[in-house]
């Protein structure tokens, strides 16, 4: 029976006993797999092929442990939603693990495609290549879709690779998705007919499976080239399966992903890519957001590291950042890499395209 | 233009000035309504009608900060993700909030119908009226649909109100859905026929849209009378459309909803029932989780307070209950609940059925 190895780490106050960082580990074990006391199970092949197996605890600082425990391949299906939870589902309700990492084997990668596109897809699209990709944003909430498509408008004349809807715009009154989509849509088709550039715009799709479809119908229908969606908003079994069949690269947005005490390398680096993310969007360091410049490159490394049949995915750095801070982040993060830059833009209000142009100018300077 | 009112805890350094704790107050109404700077928005009806407004920053405790922000109900949808995203998607993202409370006005509760069923649904398809229900599980993983029916079958003729998937059983090749679902409910349904009873069974539903929807129509076909959902795992927006179409009640699992740094008493509590859930499990306090004794009672207070239109939904405290417990458990939660235990009855082995009846008798006798 195939296992995975799952990582997490364990605080317990400083001395505690071996035996008791034991007891919990096996706890841990217990709860991801069957769940019950192993004194209760009848039968010899549960015990032997379904029960978590504590693989080894070991001190990584005071109080502070890492716990890697095999769990059985054979209680996983070809879900997202049940690779969660069986790494992570009742644990999660536990605040003294943190989910750190997984090693799959064979048989469950083999459930899970990853990116349709990855990087080299989306570098074919944009015709963006040998650089780094430029990235900008749909703002604000509460803008009309005339308005929203002047701004793409002046993105997209500059240059910008991709342009995306702010991840709070959905189906609001004031924008209603589909006439929003075909607006901004015209908007950069007809920039990209001017220029002869090939910038991609990226609608926010959400909603329950329903308003899902219906958008990615709308998507199709007006020919925008990519996606932007929150897998923990619209959940990542709903995420997964709208991937496989949306026929754009999908940029996957952070939002509610934070909260969890899943480290972020894993599930914005490699859980969202796994389950089909072309691009993973994240707080880069030193902007409005605290991940820590670390965490930022192993995000990254995450995302587009080599992994079996898995494509990389780009790194999409962004929340806060400024033209100023481009030529360090190009040398934090090299070419297979989006810098998002959206408020930083907008501020420029009527000078949006002259800014922006900067920012193209900037990043294709550094080839 | 409607507001909703938030509450998030907002830790900060012990004597942090005053203007550093409204600019960060300031920072969060911004994350979660416009995303952009203030000095960037170019129309006067952004600012007033969708821009967050921070309407008191209070002390709570040493380097703890009660802030409360009210929303543009504009920047909504009728659907659970946007709300959730609104709510806290970037600022889910910051280590130092903690989303705790929400109050939502007319407009935004007449999107959401709450539970189908609730308490009064629940106690009228179980016949179980004036006193508490009874509940457990069908353990462990890896167990064969056989298996599953048997131990279905004792807690069945013993009297137990409910019985449920273990929350781990998915669609494995060791128990596929349709195959264990109808050798489950069979035998469940044979009881009931024996005994005059009115056992509900709830499978664990799981998966994308498509394999939920699937897993709907066996559940239909079969006849069982409930459904075990972890909304999220299958995310929130796919919960609440599957919720609306099931036509039979549906209990909430925890599952992954302890790691956000969200309140359990709200997302458990009053968001899970907002958005369709006739029952919630949670980990009861003294059990195998860290819940406190007042966190489990909030939790049961926000799932069957009053609330406008929206039906109560049955608190389920779980999680390494015993029979023991069964006096203070009744004790503490009242008749306005199921009580759940699991591996409890299972740990009985050849005498479950005896033991589920002392469960059933125990529960009884306190009416």
């Given at each position: 029976?195939?296992?995975?190895?799952?990582?997490?780490?364990?605080?317990?106050?400083?001395?505690?006993?071996?035996?008791?960082?034991?007891?919990?580990?096996?706890?841990?074990?217990?709860?991801?797999?069957?769940?019950?006391?192993?004194?209760?199970?009848?039968?010899?092949?549960?015990?032997?092929?379904?029960?978590?197996?504590?693989?080894?605890?070991?001190?990584?600082?005071?109080?502070?442990?890492?716990?890697?425990?095999?769990?059985?391949?054979?209680?996983?299906?070809?879900?997202?939603?049940?690779?969660?939870?069986?790494?992570?589902?009742?644990?999660?309700?536990?605040?003294?693990?943190?989910?750190?990492?997984?090693?799959?084997?064979?048989?469950?990668?083999?459930?899970?495609?990853?990116?349709?596109?990855?990087?080299?897809?989306?570098?074919?699209?944009?015709?963006?290549?040998?650089?780094?990709?430029t990235c900008s944003a749909l703002k604000p909430q509460?803008s009309?879709?005339?308005?929203l498509?002047?701004i793409a408008?002046s993105l997209a004349?500059?240059?910008i690779d991709i342009i995306k809807d702010d991840h709070g715009i959905?189906?609001?009154?004031?924008?209603?998705?589909?006439?929003?989509?075909?607006?901004v849509?015209?908007?950069?088709?007809?920039?990209?007919?001017?220029?002869?550039?090939?910038?991609?715009y990226a609608p926010s799709?959400?909603?329950?499976?329903?308003?899902?479809?219906?958008?990615?119908?709308?998507?199709?229908?007006?020919?925008?080239?990519l996606?932007l969606?929150?897998?923990?908003?619209?959940?990542?079994?709903?995420?997964?399966?709208?991937?496989?069949?949306?026929?754009?690269?999908?940029l996957?947005h952070?939002a509610?992903?934070?909260?969890?005490?899943?480290?972020?390398?894993?599930?914005?680096?490699?859980?969202?890519?796994?389950?089909?993310?072309?691009?993973?969007i994240?707080?880069?360091?030193?902007?409005r957001?605290?991940?820590?410049?670390?965490?930022?490159?192993?995000?990254?490394?995450?995302?587009?590291?080599?992994?079996?049949?898995?494509?990389?995915?780009?790194?999409v750095?962004a929340g806060g950042m400024?033209?100023?801070?481009?030529?360090?982040?190009?040398?934090?993060?090299?070419?297979?890499?989006a810098l998002l830059i959206g408020g930083g833009l907008l501020a420029?209000?009527?000078?949006l395209?002259?800014?922006a142009?900067?920012f193209?100018?900037?990043?294709?300077?550094?080839?």
């Open positions: 029976m195939e296992r995975i190895l799952v990582t997490y780490h364990l605080s317990a106050p400083a001395g505690a006993p071996q035996s008791a960082l034991a007891a919990r580990a096996e706890s841990i074990a217990v709860e991801q797999s069957i769940e019950m006391p192993l004194s209760a199970v009848r039968e010899q092949r549960v015990l032997d092929d379904y029960v978590g197996r504590v693989e080894s605890v070991t001190p990584l600082a005071p109080g502070l442990h890492c716990v890697k425990i095999a769990l059985s391949a054979g209680t996983l299906c070809d879900d997202p939603g049940q690779l969660m939870n069986m790494l992570f589902g009742n644990t999660s309700l536990q605040p003294d693990v943190e989910l750190v990492d997984v090693e799959l084997g064979p048989a469950v990668m083999a459930a899970f495609p990853g990116p349709r596109f990855g990087i080299a897809g989306l570098r074919q699209l944009t015709g963006a290549s040998g650089r780094t990709l509460g009309s879709p005339a308005r498509a002047a408008r004349l500059a240059g959905a189906d609001q009154a004031y924008a209603p998705f589909a006439e929003r989509v075909k607006a849509q015209a908007a950069v088709a007809g920039a990209n007919r001017e220029t002869g550039g090939r910038t991609l799709l959400s909603g329950g499976p329903s308003r899902l479809a219906a958008q990615a119908a709308v998507l199709r229908d007006e020919g925008a080239g996606a969606i929150a897998p923990m908003i619209v959940g990542l079994p709903a995420f997964a399966e709208l991937v496989a069949t949306l026929g754009v690269p999908v996957a952070p509610l992903g934070g909260a969890a005490r899943i480290a972020p390398p894993l599930l914005i680096g490699r859980l969202f890519r796994l389950f089909g993310a072309d691009a993973v994240y707080p880069n360091h030193g902007g957001f605290s991940y820590t410049p670390q965490t930022c490159r192993d995000i990254a490394a995450a995302a587009r590291g080599a992994w079996g049949h898995v494509r990389p995915a780009l790194p750095p400024s033209l100023e801070r481009v030529p360090e982040m190009l040398d934090f993060y090299g070419k297979d890499t420029a209000k009527d000078a395209q002259d800014r142009r900067d193209v100018t900037a990043v294709a300077r550094a080839i």
